[in-house]
C-alpha cells in the first residue's frame, strides 16, 4: 500500500481511468483530490485499486472514492482497500468514516455494509443536483446519495 498525495490535475490523470469508475465526473473527482489523500494499491507495479479519504473535520473523515481495476475486482482486493482504509482513519485520529453512494449502487450497498457500514441519511437529489449526465445502474436512475458510516 503507498500513500501519494495527489494535488495537480497532472498527477491525477495517472489515476483517473481507476477514479472514473468509482464516480463518473472528472470535475468533481478533481475537487475532491484537492481537499484529500489519495492512496493506491499496486501488484508488480501495476496500479490495482485506489481510495480517497478526506477530513471532514477533527473526528470524522469520508471515503470518497474506493475502486478496484475490473480485472481485478471480485477477487478479495476491495475488501483490503476497505479494511486499510477504516484503518487509516482510525491512524489519523478519526472517529467515524463516511461514504456516499448511489442509491442504484445495490452491490455497493452490500459491500460497504459487509464491512460494518450503517446507513446514516439520505442526500435527496445529490446526484441529479450535481451530474450533468443522468446516471443508471441496475436500471434504477441515481438520483439520491445513500450515506453509509463506520464507528472507529
Ligand atoms: C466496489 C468495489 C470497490 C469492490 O471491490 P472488489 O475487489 O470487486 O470486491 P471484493 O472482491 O473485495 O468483495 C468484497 C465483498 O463485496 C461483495 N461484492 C463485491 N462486488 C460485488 C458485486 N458486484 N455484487 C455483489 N457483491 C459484491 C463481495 O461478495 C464481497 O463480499 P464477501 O466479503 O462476503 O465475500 C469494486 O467492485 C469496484 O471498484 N467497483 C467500481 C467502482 C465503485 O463502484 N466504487 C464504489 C463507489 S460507491
Known amino acids: 500500500m503507498i500513500d501519494l498525495d495527489i494535488k495537480t ?12 469508475l468509482a464516480d463518473p465526473s472528472p470535475a468533481m473527482v478533481l475537487d475532491y483530490l484537492a481537499e ?9 507495479d501495476v496500479v490495482v485499486g485506489v481510495f480517497v479519504l478526506v477530513p471532514l473535520d477533527d473526528a470524522k473523515w469520508e471515503l470518497k472514492n474506493i475502486a478496484v481495476a475490473e480485472e481485478w475486482q471480485g477477487k478479495g482486493v ?5 479494511s486499510a482504509a477504516i484503518e487509516e482513519a482510525r491512524k489519523v485520529g478519526g472517529k467515524r468514516l463516511d461514504v456516499g453512494t448511489g ?3 445495490l452491490d455497493q ?14 442526500a435527496t437529489n445529490y446526484f441529479t443536483l450535481n451530474y450533468k449526465e443522468p446516471i443508471f445502474e441496475n436500471g434504477i436512475q441515481c438520483r439520491d446519495m445513500v450515506v453509509l458510516s463506520l464507528e472507529l
Open 103 to 105: 442509491n442504484s449502487s
Open 109 to 122: 450497498l452490500a459491500f460497504y455494509q459487509k464491512a460494518g457500514f450503517r446507513m446514516q441519511r439520505i
Open 78 to 82: 476491495g475488501r483490503a482497500l476497505l
Open 9 to 20: 490535475e497532472e498527477d491525477a490523470a495517472r489515476f483517473m481511468d481507476l477514479l472514473l
Open 36 to 44: 484529500g489523500t489519495l492512496y493506491s494499491a499496486r501488484w508488480d
